[in-house]
């Protein structure tokens, strides 16, 4: 399940150490992510290391990756760096290690201009939902989360860098 000629790779920042989508840390997800119309998609396979019962991904794993794609999606669709505020998730389905798997998210609604509700779907290799997840999300701008105290001034020019580059 290779992303589509039609996904267009976002780009990232390299120099972070986030788990679901730092391209250096080594016991992190490594999640790229690609813009589709209007959602956007990452393509996964997880290793034995992270499973629950054995050849079956952690649910916690699976809540990390459809936090990320939501997030992601703020990002990038809605041009705001978001943070969760809550988070519901459906497990239907179990997920296998070492499947390609795609994780898709999209914005549900813009409540306002500091709110957004997201969702996200992960597929597993046969593309069936095998889990789904909606979330409430906190919008901020970089200035917003300057003033607020919330993250290194660093990765605020970083990522307004990245704001500006979409």
Aim: aromatic share 8%; with cysteine; hydrophobic share 45%.
């Amino acid at each position: 399940m290779p992303a589509p000629p039609e996904a267009r790779l976002l780009p990232n920042l390299d120099d972070h150490f986030c788990f679901g989508c730092s391209p250096i840390n080594p016991k992190g997800l490594q999640m790229t992510f690609y813009a589709l119309k209007d959602t956007v998609a990452s393509w996964v396979v997880i290793d034995e290391h992270y499973s629950g019962w054995r050849h079956v991904v952690h649910g916690g794993i699976i809540a990390s990756m459809l936090d990320e794609i939501m997030g992601r999606g703020g990002l990038y669709l809605l041009k705001r760096l978001v943070m969760t505020k809550s988070l519901t998730l459906d497990f239907l389905s179990p997920v296998g290690v070492g499947e390609e798997l795609m994780v898709e998210g999209k914005v549900l609604e813009r409540v306002d201009d500091r709110n957004a509700v997201m969702a996200g779907t992960l597929y597993n290799a046969s593309g069936h939902a095998a889990a789904r997840a909606q979330g409430q999300f906190k919008l901020f701008t970089v200035d917003a989360l300057r003033r607020r105290g919330g993250m290194d001034d660093h990765n605020l020019v970083a990522i307004g860098k990245l704001l500006q580059s979409l």
